[in-house]
């Protein structure tokens, strides 16, 4: 897209809007002002956070670091435990 659709001017970029999802480029034309747009695909930090949306499950089946494992005490003898540890404290 380089030429105005309503005078054949020559354009010039204006806002670049990727709030959407969708990298949009706006262009003014110079002759009569007419503001288009283009969509150029998505934008790019919308394909970087779909990425990490699919690693999302990969990271939760990772194995729980131990601290959290045992300050969640599985079975009443570690909850038992758990109990004389707070007493004591
Ligand atoms: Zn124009």
Request: glycine fraction near 8%; charged fraction near 30%.
């Amino acid at each position: 897209m380089d030429t105005c659709r309503k005078c054949g001017g020559p354009l010039k970029p204006g806002e670049k809007d990727t709030s959407s999802g969708r990298d949009i480029r706006e262009y003014i034309c110079i002759g009569c002002g007419f503001a288009d747009w283009e969509d150029r695909g998505v934008a790019l930090w919308k394909l970087l956070h779909d990425d990490r949306n699919e690693m999302g499950p990969e990271l939760a089946a990772t194995p729980i670091p131990q601290p959290l494992v045992s300050a969640a005490p599985a079975s009443r003898w570690n909850r038992f435990l758990a109990c004389l540890r707070l007493r004591r404290m």
